[in-house]
């Protein structure tokens, strides 16, 4: 998608600063999901970015309703029905550069009916770092453990912490169904947590399908009657396949219900295209 904004400026070719977020990583972003041309939880997104900023000394100088009318004039610009913006924030040398970027969300109903398929990989997560629990730009592991996980044939990787417990995937929260019961992995296993993750977490409790957040084993998750992962693009996705263990997908399964209770609540996102 063609055009961005960098500092309120709207172009095709914006001069990005060679500042520290570029040259060190050193900054913030959301991913936010467009659905028929409006961004989907734009306040949260808003309150969590504020908080990231916070958390690594940025100054958000933009108020998150400039923020807001920004990203509505890249949707325009674009013509975005569906799709995703990109808000980063980078430390600059004197003011901080916020930067929004569009792109195209690839998450179709075919995706959503075969389900994903997610690997374990040997990277260990660090719960204490303090880079794990905010949306920042040092994705580069990530990205290379996804990008072997594809190599491999799967969809998605999923990290364990220094205790041998779940944490979370590459881009994407974990949540796993037993007997009746969903459970995720608790904040203090090293994760980011999810605008997905936290809206799934209220929408189970607001409709009584018991829920826990926790610390699980790698035996847990293979011995899970379900499993699907979230994000704000994908928001509620059903897997079929972690390793060498397959879960069922599609009707009757509990993910399938939770996934109607989401777009019944909400109505927007990836699966009302
Ligand atoms: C590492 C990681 N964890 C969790 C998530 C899910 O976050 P959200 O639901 O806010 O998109 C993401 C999203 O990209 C992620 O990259």
Redesign the pocket.
Known sequence: MDYASYNGEISKEPQISLDQGFLYGYGVFE?INVAQGKPVFFDDHME?FKQSALVMGLKLISHPDQIGRDCQRIIKKNKINRGALRVTLSKGLKADNLLITARENHYDRQIYEQGLKICSNDAIRNETSRLVTI?SNNYLE?LLILNEAKARGFNEAIFYNTRGHLA??????LFLIKNGRVCTPARDCG??A????NRVIQLLKANHIPIEEGHYTKEQLMAADEVFI????MEIMPVNQVDEVSYPIGRQTLTDRIDALFLQTWGRGSRSQ
């Open positions: 991913t969590r949306k990530n979370e995937g590459c881009m994407s929260n994760l980011l999810g605008i997905i993750r979230t994000n704000s693009l």
